[in-house]
Nanobody
């Protein structure tokens, strides 16, 4: 079993900052890509940012230059630093990780429960 637990969401004013964290735990042999997705109200889930085990990053155009993804491989944790937040960043943010368990030979997608981020004055 693998669990992903997000933290750090909340209410922030436009222009403010938040830092999300997601810790993976359980029967983990290794993790390839980790990432953050979001689902705004009434819309589909979309990729925000992703990072490989080697540190290569990818960002959605809408957040590039404002958000920074990073990870601590020793802690199986991924972070999302969000600056210059806008009302359109309001969404439930989900952590995702591509995980291989000790008793498996392949990698499977795992998701966290989500954390609400609301940007409003």
């Amino acid at each position: 079993q693998v669990q992903l637990v997000e933290s750090g969401g909340g209410l922030v004013q436009p222009g403010g900052s938040l830092r999300l964290s997601c810790a993976a735990s359980g029967n983990i042999f290794s993790i390839k890509a980790m990432g953050w997705y979001r689902q705004p109200p009434g819309k589909q889930r979309e990729l925000v940012a992703a990072i490989t085990a080697g540190g290569i990053t990818n960002y959605a155009d809408s957040v590039r230059g404002r958000f920074t993804i990073s990870r601590d491989n020793a802690k199986n944790t991924v972070y999302l630093q969000m600056n210059s937040l806008k009302p359109e960043d309001t969404a439930v943010y989900y952590c995702n990780a591509d995980v291989r368990e000790w008793d498996s030979t392949w990698y499977l997608d795992h998701w966290g429960q989500g954390t609400q981020v609301t940007v409003s004055s």
